[in-house]
DNA sequence: TCAAGGTTCTACATTGCGTAGAACCTTTGC
DNA sequence: GCAAAGGTTCTACGCAATGTAGAACCTTGA
Protein backbone atom coordinates (compact mmCIF):
# COMPACT_ATOMS: atom_id res chain seq x y z
CA UNK A 1 0.00 0.00 0.00
CA UNK A 2 2.66 2.06 0.26
CA UNK A 3 5.13 1.78 -3.02
CA UNK A 4 4.06 3.55 -5.97
CA UNK A 5 5.18 2.78 -9.27
CA UNK A 6 7.62 4.87 -11.52
CA UNK A 7 4.96 6.86 -13.18
CA UNK A 8 2.64 7.30 -10.09
CA UNK A 9 5.74 8.63 -8.67
CA UNK A 10 6.11 11.62 -11.41
CA UNK A 11 2.33 12.44 -11.18
CA UNK A 12 2.62 13.17 -7.54
CA UNK A 13 5.95 15.22 -7.66
CA UNK A 14 4.46 17.01 -9.96
CA UNK A 15 1.26 17.45 -7.74
CA UNK A 16 3.90 18.20 -4.72
CA UNK A 17 5.38 21.20 -7.08
CA UNK A 18 1.94 22.44 -8.09
CA UNK A 19 0.33 23.83 -5.36
CA UNK A 20 -2.65 24.33 -7.41
CA UNK A 21 -5.24 21.92 -8.56
CA UNK A 22 -4.27 20.81 -12.42
CA UNK A 23 -6.30 19.15 -14.73
CA UNK A 24 -5.63 15.87 -16.44
CA UNK A 25 -4.76 17.48 -19.86
CA UNK A 26 -2.16 20.12 -18.04
CA UNK A 27 -0.60 16.98 -15.93
CA UNK A 28 -0.22 15.42 -19.46
CA UNK A 29 1.83 17.68 -20.70
CA UNK A 30 4.35 18.51 -17.59
CA UNK A 31 4.75 14.55 -18.08
CA UNK A 32 5.31 15.01 -21.50
CA UNK A 33 8.26 18.19 -20.23
CA UNK A 34 9.32 16.18 -17.05
CA UNK A 35 10.04 12.79 -18.70
CA UNK A 36 11.81 13.73 -21.56
CA UNK A 37 13.61 17.32 -21.41
CA UNK A 38 11.84 19.75 -23.48
CA UNK A 39 11.29 18.89 -26.89
CA UNK A 40 7.82 17.23 -26.69
CA UNK A 41 8.00 13.80 -27.25
CA UNK A 42 6.41 10.57 -25.85
CA UNK A 43 2.98 11.56 -24.72
CA UNK A 44 1.13 9.55 -22.84
CA UNK A 45 -3.11 9.35 -23.34
CA UNK A 46 -5.22 11.48 -21.16
CA UNK A 47 -6.77 8.47 -20.26
CA UNK A 48 -3.45 6.74 -19.01
CA UNK A 49 -3.20 10.01 -16.47
CA UNK A 50 -6.33 9.34 -15.78
CA UNK A 51 -5.80 5.92 -14.91
CA UNK A 52 -3.24 6.66 -12.31
CA UNK A 53 -5.16 9.74 -11.15
CA UNK A 54 -8.01 7.62 -9.79
CA UNK A 55 -5.57 5.03 -8.76
CA UNK A 56 -3.46 7.86 -6.42
CA UNK A 57 -7.00 8.90 -5.54
CA UNK A 58 -7.98 5.68 -4.11
CA UNK A 59 -4.78 5.69 -2.49
CA UNK A 60 -5.84 8.41 -0.54
CA UNK A 61 -3.19 10.36 -2.11
CA UNK A 62 -4.53 12.73 -4.32
CA UNK A 63 -8.07 14.84 -3.81
CA UNK A 64 -10.05 15.52 -6.95
CA UNK A 65 -12.53 17.76 -7.23
CA UNK A 66 -15.60 16.69 -9.36
CA UNK A 67 -17.94 19.87 -9.15
CA UNK A 68 -15.33 21.49 -10.99
CA UNK A 69 -15.65 20.24 -15.28
CA UNK A 70 -12.86 19.45 -16.32
CA UNK A 71 -11.83 17.83 -12.52
CA UNK A 72 -8.75 19.17 -11.21
CA UNK A 73 -6.32 17.24 -9.14
CA UNK A 74 -3.91 17.84 -6.24
CA UNK A 75 -2.16 16.51 -3.58
CA UNK A 76 -3.52 15.61 -0.35
CA UNK A 77 -0.67 16.71 2.14
CA UNK A 78 2.41 17.54 1.06
CA UNK A 79 6.02 15.66 -0.09
CA UNK A 80 7.39 16.08 3.40
CA UNK A 81 4.47 15.21 5.32
CA UNK A 82 3.84 12.07 2.81
CA UNK A 83 7.37 11.34 3.70
CA UNK A 84 7.43 11.63 7.30
CA UNK A 85 4.03 9.41 7.54
CA UNK A 86 6.48 6.94 5.51
CA UNK A 87 8.97 6.75 7.55
CA UNK A 88 6.82 6.14 10.51
CA UNK A 89 4.67 3.63 8.60
CA UNK A 90 7.98 1.83 8.22
CA UNK A 91 8.80 2.79 12.15
CA UNK A 92 5.82 1.67 13.27
CA UNK A 93 6.11 -2.17 12.14
CA UNK A 94 9.05 -2.51 13.81
CA UNK A 95 8.77 -4.34 17.70
CA UNK A 96 11.62 -2.34 19.47
CA UNK A 97 11.83 1.10 18.28
CA UNK A 98 13.97 3.18 19.55
CA UNK A 99 16.69 1.01 18.82
CA UNK A 100 15.83 1.71 15.14
CA UNK A 101 15.67 5.41 15.83
CA UNK A 102 19.50 4.68 17.35
CA UNK A 103 20.87 3.30 14.27
CA UNK A 104 18.83 5.56 12.43
CA UNK A 105 20.47 8.90 14.25
CA UNK A 106 23.93 6.63 13.51
CA UNK A 107 23.75 7.64 9.75
CA UNK A 108 21.99 11.03 9.84
CA UNK A 109 24.46 13.67 8.91
CA UNK A 110 26.34 16.09 11.32
CA UNK A 111 24.22 19.08 10.26
CA UNK A 112 21.24 17.13 9.85
CA UNK A 113 21.88 16.57 13.73
CA UNK A 114 22.45 19.68 14.78
CA UNK A 115 18.93 20.63 13.24
CA UNK A 116 17.25 17.69 14.89
CA UNK A 117 18.75 18.96 18.12
CA UNK A 118 16.87 22.60 17.45
CA UNK A 119 14.13 20.67 16.83
CA UNK A 120 14.00 18.95 19.96
CA UNK A 121 14.40 21.73 22.19
CA UNK A 122 16.96 20.82 24.99
CA UNK A 123 16.21 18.64 28.12
CA UNK B 1 12.99 -3.26 -4.23
CA UNK B 2 11.99 -2.60 -0.96
CA UNK B 3 8.69 -3.97 -0.92
CA UNK B 4 8.33 -7.41 0.64
CA UNK B 5 5.11 -9.61 0.43
CA UNK B 6 3.16 -11.19 3.34
CA UNK B 7 5.25 -14.40 3.62
CA UNK B 8 8.49 -13.13 2.74
CA UNK B 9 7.78 -10.78 5.60
CA UNK B 10 6.67 -13.62 7.82
CA UNK B 11 9.94 -15.39 7.21
CA UNK B 12 11.96 -12.57 8.08
CA UNK B 13 11.00 -11.91 11.21
CA UNK B 14 11.27 -15.91 11.99
CA UNK B 15 14.54 -15.09 11.09
CA UNK B 16 15.10 -12.04 13.43
CA UNK B 17 13.61 -13.97 16.54
CA UNK B 18 15.76 -16.60 15.46
CA UNK B 19 19.59 -15.70 15.83
CA UNK B 20 20.60 -18.92 14.61
CA UNK B 21 20.99 -20.16 11.13
CA UNK B 22 17.63 -22.46 10.43
CA UNK B 23 17.32 -24.67 7.86
CA UNK B 24 13.89 -24.42 5.46
CA UNK B 25 12.35 -27.57 6.90
CA UNK B 26 12.63 -25.79 10.62
CA UNK B 27 11.39 -22.73 9.22
CA UNK B 28 8.30 -24.25 7.51
CA UNK B 29 7.45 -25.40 11.00
CA UNK B 30 7.81 -22.20 12.44
CA UNK B 31 5.60 -21.10 9.91
CA UNK B 32 2.96 -23.25 10.57
CA UNK B 33 2.94 -22.74 14.21
CA UNK B 34 3.12 -18.77 13.36
CA UNK B 35 0.17 -18.56 10.88
CA UNK B 36 -2.40 -20.29 12.42
CA UNK B 37 -2.27 -20.22 16.14
CA UNK B 38 -0.31 -23.39 17.11
CA UNK B 39 -2.53 -25.71 15.81
CA UNK B 40 -0.79 -27.32 13.55
CA UNK B 41 -2.36 -26.60 9.98
CA UNK B 42 -2.13 -25.32 6.74
CA UNK B 43 1.78 -26.50 6.42
CA UNK B 44 3.43 -25.08 3.34
CA UNK B 45 5.36 -26.83 1.32
CA UNK B 46 8.86 -26.42 1.71
CA UNK B 47 9.76 -25.99 -1.42
CA UNK B 48 7.65 -22.90 -1.16
CA UNK B 49 9.92 -21.82 1.53
CA UNK B 50 12.54 -22.55 -0.31
CA UNK B 51 11.62 -20.04 -3.11
CA UNK B 52 10.97 -17.51 -0.87
CA UNK B 53 14.17 -17.80 0.84
CA UNK B 54 16.08 -17.64 -2.80
CA UNK B 55 14.19 -14.76 -3.39
CA UNK B 56 15.56 -12.90 -0.08
CA UNK B 57 18.73 -13.99 -0.71
CA UNK B 58 18.77 -12.42 -4.26
CA UNK B 59 17.20 -9.43 -2.38
CA UNK B 60 20.40 -9.50 -0.54
CA UNK B 61 18.16 -9.95 2.96
CA UNK B 62 19.36 -13.21 3.70
CA UNK B 63 22.62 -15.15 3.70
CA UNK B 64 22.87 -19.25 3.37
CA UNK B 65 25.28 -21.59 4.35
CA UNK B 66 25.65 -23.83 1.15
CA UNK B 67 28.46 -25.47 2.79
CA UNK B 68 26.09 -27.51 5.28
CA UNK B 69 24.29 -30.60 3.45
CA UNK B 70 20.93 -28.86 4.88
CA UNK B 71 21.40 -25.52 3.72
CA UNK B 72 21.01 -22.83 6.65
CA UNK B 73 19.65 -19.65 6.11
CA UNK B 74 20.13 -16.87 8.77
CA UNK B 75 19.01 -12.35 8.34
CA UNK B 76 21.98 -10.32 7.00
CA UNK B 77 21.34 -8.08 9.04
CA UNK B 78 19.27 -7.23 12.23
CA UNK B 79 15.66 -5.51 12.45
CA UNK B 80 16.74 -2.65 13.79
CA UNK B 81 19.14 -2.30 10.85
CA UNK B 82 17.41 -3.42 8.03
CA UNK B 83 14.10 -0.93 9.45
CA UNK B 84 16.18 1.76 10.10
CA UNK B 85 17.59 1.22 6.14
CA UNK B 86 14.21 1.40 4.95
CA UNK B 87 13.91 4.70 7.28
CA UNK B 88 16.76 6.26 5.36
CA UNK B 89 15.59 5.00 2.02
CA UNK B 90 12.60 6.97 2.19
CA UNK B 91 14.06 10.11 3.67
CA UNK B 92 16.88 9.76 1.07
CA UNK B 93 14.18 9.99 -1.65
CA UNK B 94 13.20 14.15 -0.36
CA UNK B 95 14.43 17.16 -1.91
CA UNK B 96 14.28 18.79 1.81
CA UNK B 97 15.12 16.41 4.39
CA UNK B 98 15.09 18.74 6.87
CA UNK B 99 11.91 19.43 6.97
CA UNK B 100 10.56 15.76 6.70
CA UNK B 101 12.55 15.39 9.54
CA UNK B 102 10.94 17.64 11.50
CA UNK B 103 7.10 16.38 10.55
CA UNK B 104 8.54 13.35 11.56
CA UNK B 105 9.53 14.65 15.43
CA UNK B 106 6.72 16.30 15.30
CA UNK B 107 5.02 12.69 15.96
CA UNK B 108 6.81 11.37 18.01
CA UNK B 109 6.20 10.25 21.52
CA UNK B 110 7.66 11.89 24.24
CA UNK B 111 9.59 9.22 25.52
CA UNK B 112 11.20 8.25 22.38
CA UNK B 113 12.13 12.10 21.81
CA UNK B 114 13.71 11.99 24.70
CA UNK B 115 15.35 9.08 24.22
CA UNK B 116 16.71 10.88 20.76
CA UNK B 117 17.97 13.64 22.87
CA UNK B 118 20.06 11.50 24.60
CA UNK B 119 21.07 10.00 21.74
CA UNK B 120 22.36 13.06 20.11
CA UNK B 121 24.05 14.23 23.08
CA UNK B 122 23.47 18.23 24.50
CA UNK B 123 24.22 20.88 22.10
C1' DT C 1 23.91 -48.57 -5.24
C1' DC C 2 19.68 -47.05 -4.04
C1' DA C 3 16.32 -44.92 -1.19
C1' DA C 4 15.45 -40.86 1.58
C1' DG C 5 15.90 -36.33 1.95
C1' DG C 6 17.38 -31.85 0.09
C1' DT C 7 17.76 -28.44 -3.76
C1' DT C 8 16.86 -26.40 -8.19
C1' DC C 9 13.79 -25.66 -12.28
C1' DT C 10 9.75 -24.68 -14.13
C1' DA C 11 5.16 -23.15 -13.87
C1' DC C 12 0.74 -21.29 -12.79
C1' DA C 13 -2.55 -17.97 -10.31
C1' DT C 14 -3.04 -13.41 -8.45
C1' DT C 15 -2.22 -8.69 -7.96
C1' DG C 16 -0.31 -4.08 -8.97
C1' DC C 17 1.07 -0.87 -12.40
C1' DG C 18 1.68 1.21 -17.23
C1' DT C 19 -0.88 1.87 -20.98
C1' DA C 20 -4.78 2.96 -23.70
C1' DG C 21 -9.19 2.03 -26.71
C1' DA C 22 -14.23 2.24 -26.56
C1' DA C 23 -18.14 3.84 -24.69
C1' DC C 24 -20.43 7.18 -22.20
C1' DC C 25 -21.48 11.91 -20.40
C1' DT C 26 -21.09 17.39 -20.77
C1' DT C 27 -20.59 21.57 -22.58
C1' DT C 28 -20.79 24.80 -26.04
C1' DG C 29 -21.07 26.92 -30.66
C1' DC C 30 -24.20 27.39 -33.92
C1' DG D 1 -31.99 22.11 -29.81
C1' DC D 2 -28.43 19.65 -31.46
C1' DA D 3 -24.18 17.98 -32.96
C1' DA D 4 -19.26 18.15 -32.41
C1' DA D 5 -15.49 18.69 -29.25
C1' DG D 6 -13.79 17.52 -25.12
C1' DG D 7 -13.83 15.05 -20.62
C1' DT D 8 -14.65 10.80 -17.77
C1' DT D 9 -15.44 5.98 -16.88
C1' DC D 10 -15.07 0.99 -18.18
C1' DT D 11 -12.71 -2.54 -19.76
C1' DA D 12 -8.62 -4.73 -21.04
C1' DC D 13 -4.01 -6.18 -22.12
C1' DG D 14 1.13 -6.84 -21.08
C1' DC D 15 4.57 -7.22 -17.65
C1' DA D 16 6.71 -7.87 -13.17
C1' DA D 17 6.50 -9.45 -8.35
C1' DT D 18 4.79 -12.76 -5.18
C1' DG D 19 2.52 -17.10 -3.27
C1' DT D 20 2.44 -21.59 -4.22
C1' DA D 21 4.14 -26.08 -5.44
C1' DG D 22 5.17 -30.27 -8.67
C1' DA D 23 8.92 -32.50 -11.25
C1' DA D 24 13.42 -33.30 -11.89
C1' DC D 25 17.86 -33.44 -10.21
C1' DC D 26 21.61 -34.10 -6.75
C1' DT D 27 23.81 -36.08 -2.21
C1' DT D 28 24.66 -39.02 1.18
C1' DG D 29 24.18 -42.73 4.39
C1' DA D 30 23.07 -47.66 4.95
Chains 1, 2 share one sequence.
Request: aromatic share 2%; glycine share 6%.
Amino acid sequence: MATLGELERTVMDLLWENPEAVTANALRDMLARRTHGEHASKELAVTTVLTVLSRLEKKGLVERARDTRPHRYQAVTSREEHTADLMHEVLGSAPNREAVLARFLGSVSDGEAATLRKLLGHS
